[in-house]
DNA sequence: AATATTGTCAACCGCGCGAAT
DNA sequence: GATTCGCGCGGTTGACAATAT
């Protein structure tokens, strides 16, 4: 039976570390032919390699736009966030957080989230819902209760004001899994608590993703009124089922 | 200073899936 | 429908660096 995944000639390519020569003549050829065809690349591109080690070197540290080290905070609370809700679904992680590998993400959770997390369970989250309540209440003048939130249980118990808001439905990164159709929607704010976009909160913001309290999830939101009480907010989302929200990650 | 231990991260491996034949 | 191929994914390994003893 054959060997999946495994070139013929494995025993016979070179492996481990990639020498600065190799690396050029990599991203020389897919910068003259482009990504794909990794089978045949090594040999065309006069590399010693396996397809794969090529495709690997490529997408972990020669693609353009890598970002190396230093995740910050906000990506840290991104990935621990989305590992909640993806588990162990590196790609799909990596795929939400610009410039960041799945090999990093990976990693990174392997030697330090994961020890961080079984010492210190409870901080990410209140940091979380901290940060979003407090720019809720940046953008709308009239919450004023919500301005220096301490904890999520005084967040809930003052959020009895609610704004309506006209939102657009429309499908996640113009997949096709969605119909588009127009819907009005009133949202108190303590629904909006947990919503962990990764940019600043506000009018004209767009987001990844977000999940309500009840567990449905937004993604591809926009804020695009002006927040200021009384004046009409428009938002612009997909709420979507969080399968169909997976899905729409694997289709990207 | 020498050795052992621990941490980091690039790279490899095997598997599963979808497309092509 | 069965088989083959190519790709992408997650788990794991191993080389090297940093730190502890």
């Given at each position: 039976m054959k060997k999946r995944g495994v070139s013929p000639k494995a025993e016979e390519v070179k492996?481990?570390?990639w020498t600065d020569e190799e690396d050029k003549l990599l991203s020389d050829y897919i910068e003259a032919h482009g990504i794909g065809r990794w089978r045949n690349l090594p040999a065309n591109a006069g590399l010693n390699r396996c397809g794969k080690s090529c495709r690997l070197r490529w997408l972990n540290y020669l693609r353009p736009g890598i970002k190396r080290g230093n995740i910050t905070q906000e990506e840290e609370q991104l990935i621990l966030r989305l590992h909640k809700l993806l588990g162990n679904r590196w790609s799909l992680i990596?795929?939400?957080i610009p410039g960041r590998t799945d090999n990093e993400i990976k990693n990174y959770?392997?030697?330090y989230l994961k020890k961080?997390?079984?010492?210190d369970a409870s901080?990410?989250?209140?940091i979380t819902t901290t940060t979003v309540a407090a720019t809720i209440a940046a953008t709308t003048s009239t919450q004023s209760s919500l301005e220096n939130p301490s904890t999520e249980e005084s967040n809930k118990s003052k959020n009895d004001n609610s704004i309506s808001h006209k939102a657009e439905f429309k499908s996640p990164n113009n997949s096709s899994s969605h119909e588009e159709e127009n819907l009005n929607l009133t949202l108190?704010?303590?629904s909006l608590l947990n919503f962990n976009g990764h940019q600043e909160f506000g009018p004209g913001s767009e987001f990844s993703y977000g999940e309500l309290h009840d567990g449905s999830i937004l993604t591809n939101y926009e804020?695009?009124?002006t927040g200021k009480g009384s004046e009409e907010i428009q938002a612009s989302f997909a709420e979507v089922e969080w399968e169909s929200l997976i899905k729409s990650c694997e289709a990207v």
């Amino acid at each position: 039976m054959k060997k999946r995944g495994v070139s013929p000639k494995a025993e016979e390519v070179k492996r481990g570390a990639w020498t600065d020569e190799e690396d050029k003549l990599l991203s020389d050829y897919i910068e003259a032919h482009g990504i794909g065809r990794w089978r045949n690349l090594p040999a065309n591109a006069g590399l010693n390699r396996c397809g794969k080690s090529c495709r690997l070197r490529w997408l972990n540290y020669l693609r353009p736009g890598i970002k190396r080290g230093n995740i910050t905070q906000e990506e840290e609370q991104l990935i621990l966030r989305l590992h909640k809700l993806l588990g162990n679904r590196w790609s799909l992680i990596a795929g939400r957080i610009p410039g960041r590998t799945d090999n990093e993400i990976k990693n990174y959770w392997n030697t330090y989230l994961k020890k961080k997390i079984a010492t210190d369970a409870s901080s990410s989250s209140k940091i979380t819902t901290t940060t979003v309540a407090a720019t809720i209440a940046a953008t709308t003048s009239t919450q004023s209760s919500l301005e220096n939130p301490s904890t999520e249980e005084s967040n809930k118990s003052k959020n009895d004001n609610s704004i309506s808001h006209k939102a657009e439905f429309k499908s996640p990164n113009n997949s096709s899994s969605h119909e588009e159709e127009n819907l009005n929607l009133t949202l108190g704010f303590d629904s909006l608590l947990n919503f962990n976009g990764h940019q600043e909160f506000g009018p004209g913001s767009e987001f990844s993703y977000g999940e309500l309290h009840d567990g449905s999830i937004l993604t591809n939101y926009e804020w695009r009124g002006t927040g200021k009480g009384s004046e009409e907010i428009q938002a612009s989302f997909a709420e979507v089922e969080w399968e169909s929200l997976i899905k729409s990650c694997e289709a990207v």
